[in-house]
Each structure stands twice: as structure tokens, then as C-alpha cells.
T-cell receptor
């Protein structure tokens, strides 16, 4: 059973460009979470999605950031007009059900904004 | 709101010595508690978790943690450090039906030969 897949692993963007980060959950998992890890910090929750629904986006910045988890295909975290402060590692996690289940993490996408 | 405190960002331990990483949490409802390990340039791997039941939890690689409600703590221990234990360790909490994991800032463990 393949683990959580994320791509790309490394992404370099110039200020003002768009970044698209993809996450394929583990097989059989319908719940996806995105977290951001800034340098010298722990992971911070961004958004929780189920298929075609955003359940909790309380950790998402109000502007430029969006997430989706379509019926078919991977979950996408989209950052428009990136700024240097968006440079971080973005981790996706998945679980088969909600709440009590362990979240399994992908290897992360390291975004660098020049 | 839930939160986690991990003191001491860098922890050095001699090979063969006890590993002790401290975690204190804050939660308004009974918590679920987790320890994850992160190796360089990799994702987080679950070491162990507490949800309900026995308060002493055993995990992978010889690690264990004890939930102490009165102290709001979930400290991680391993009796004898191995070189392969060098990594970053994160404590996390979620509150029942709340799916958000709140993480501490992590402990970078260095094992000295």
C-alpha cells in the first residue's frame, strides 16, 4: 500500500508566480489535511478536506491560498502571487476516517520563493 | 483551543543513555496525543499515540510515552539511545472530534557516540 504521495518535492517560484502543490492520499483514505512548516517552527494546520468538500479551513490565510480535493485526482493546494514569506515545507496528511484516526504524512513539498 | 509546549529545541544525548523529551499540552476536552518523528527531508512518521485506555503507550523503535492528566503531560522516553534515533521529534494534540493537529515546535535530537 503506497503511502501519501506529494509532488513536486521541491518547487522554486519567483515572487508573483503561482504555486500548485499536489497530494495523493493513501489508498482508501478520503480525508486530507494540509500543514505548513516554517523554519524553526512546528507544523501549523491549514485546511481539512474530504472529497469535494472543505470541512475546516480555519488555518488558511484569507488571501491567495486555496485548496481543493476533487472527486477524481489528487488534492491541490494553490498559492497565488507567492511572496518570500510563503517559503516553507508544506505537508499533506490523510486518514481513512475522521477525528480519532491517525493522520499519515507525505514527504512534503519544499517551496522556495525567490 | 489546544496547544503543545516542547521545551529545549536541541537535545543532546549520549549513545546508550536515556532519551527523555518533554511534552505538555493544553486542551479543553479529553485530548488525543501523538508523537511523530521526522528524519531529514522526509515526512512525519508516527511513533505512538494515546486516545483512551492505558496511559502508558508503547510505540515503534523502543519508544514509549505516558499520559498524565494531572500534569497535562505526555513525555516521550527511550531507555537507551541509538545513533539512528537522531531526528526531530514532534508532540501533537487533537481534541476529540476536532481533526486539527496542534504541534509543538519540536526537539532536534543529537546522539553523541
Amino acid at each position: 500500500n503506497a503511502g501519501v504521495m506529494q509532488n513536486p518535492r521541491h518547487l522554486v517560484r519567483r515572487r508573483g508566480q503561482e504555486a500548485r502543490l499536489r497530494c495523493s492520499p493513501m489508498k482508501g483514505h478520503s480525508h486530507v489535511y494540509w500543514y505548513r512548516q516554517l523554519p524553526e517552527e512546528g507544523l501549523k494546520f491549514m485546511v481539512y478536506l474530504q472529497k469535494e468538500n472543505i470541512i475546516d479551513e480555519s488555518g488558511m490565510p484569507k488571501e491567495r491560498f486555496s485548496a481543493e480535493f476533487p472527486k477524481e485526482g489528487p488534492s491541490i493546494l494553490r498559492i497565488q502571487q507567492v511572496v518570500r514569506g510563503d517559503s516553507a515545507a508544506y505537508f499533506c496528511a490523510s486518514s481513512p476516517r475522521q477525528s480519532t484516526d491517525t493522520q499519515y504524512f507525505g514527504p512534503g513539498t519544499r517551496l522556495t520563493v525567490l | 483551543a489546544q496547544s503543545v509546549t516542547q521545551l529545549g529545541s536541541h537535545v543532546s544525548v549520549s549513545e546508550g543513555a536515556l532519551v527523555l523529551l518533554r511534552c505538555n499540552y493544553s486542551s479543553s476536552v479529553p485530548p488525543y496525543l501523538f508523537w511523530y518523528v521526522q528524519y531529514p527531508n522526509q515526512g512525519l512518521q508516527l511513533l505512538l499515540k494515546y486516545t483512551t485506555g492505558a496511559t502508558l503507550v508503547k510505540g515503534i523503535n523502543g519508544f514509549e510515552a505516558e499520559f498524565k492528566k494531572s500534569e497535562t503531560s505526555f513525555h516521550l522516553t527511550k531507555p537507551s539511545a541509538h545513533m539512528s534515533d537522531a531526528a526531530e521529534y514532534f508532540c501533537a494534540v487533537s481534541s476529540g472530534g476536532n481533526n486539527r493537529l496542534a504541534f509543538g515546535k519540536g526537539n532536534q535530537v543529537v546522539v553523541i557516540p
